[in-house]
């Protein structure tokens, strides 16, 4: 049975961990992250195999540049369950201001995940800046599955520790309005995850009107908590 998957504090800040693994207090070691090249093409008519796209029920549409540079088997994961129609229909179960928004369970408990064996770690440098998006774990560090986080602000904290595999390019108001809570009252939901590459049009919903976009200083600014 997999561990669950959930956000804890630590050091003030949450951290993507376990109650259920947090009495294991040693941890297997893993080799220091090697330097990678943070460049992030927001063209998505480039390499359209590389780009997912998350149609969100509040009609918004997200964009994430997948870089296998970064992390190869977690983009693969990402890209097979997104083919295999796992995402659609599941919620962002974990929404916390000023931090990130979390989904990929489809129990939208936290502590489910798919039926494929879990990753090995590929922790490596690229920052948990705004936009970014990094995959969920236990304090295993190799017990990554299918639940992944954007982040709203940066947070250093996760550096690191957590394997990020892609950015946001295009959206990041729609990932802005997702709804808070633990799990929120009326979750957002992901109406269909596909890859650029499919050609899929959005689900045949209303749209709301875009929210208004962040400030350059809300861009690059961590809160204060």
């Known amino acids: 049975m997999r561990l669950p998957v959930l956000a804890a504090a630590v050091l003030g800040l949450a951290l993507i961990v376990s109650p259920a ?7 297997p070691l893993t080799p220091p992250p090697v330097a990678i090249d943070m460049t992030i093409d927001q063209d998505l008519t480039h390499d359209p195999e590389n780009v997912l796209l998350l149609d969100l029920s509040d009609g918004g549409r997200v964009a994430i540049r997948l870089k296998p540079q970064w992390a190869p088997e977690h983009v ?5 369950l997104a083919g295999q129609g796992f995402y659609n229909g599941i919620i962002f179960h974990r929404v916390i201001d000023g931090f990130m928004a979390q989904t990929g369970d489809p129990t939208g408990t936290g502590n489910g995940g798919s039926p494929l064996p879990d990753l090995k770690a590929e ?6 800046l705004r936009g970014m998006v990094s995959m969920a774990r236990t304090n295993d560090p190799d017990s990554a599955n299918s639940q992944f986080f954007i982040m709203f602000y940066p947070k250093v904290a996760l550096d690191h520790k957590y394997t990020v595999f892609g950015r946001v390019i295009a959206g990041m108001e729609w990932v802005d309005a997702i709804q808070r809570g633990e799990p929120p009252a009326n979750p957002t939901r992901i109406l269909q995850a596909s890859l650029a590459s499919d050609n899929k049009g959005p689900p045949a919903i209303t749209a709301a009107a875009p929210p208004a976009a962040p400030s350059v200083t809300e ?6 908590n």
């Open 219 to 224: 861009l690059n600014t961590s809160p204060s």
């Open 21 to 27: 693994s947090a009495k294991d207090k040693k941890q």
């Open 76 to 80: 693969a994961r990402i890209k097979a």
């Open 123 to 128: 922790f490596n440098n690229a920052p948990h």
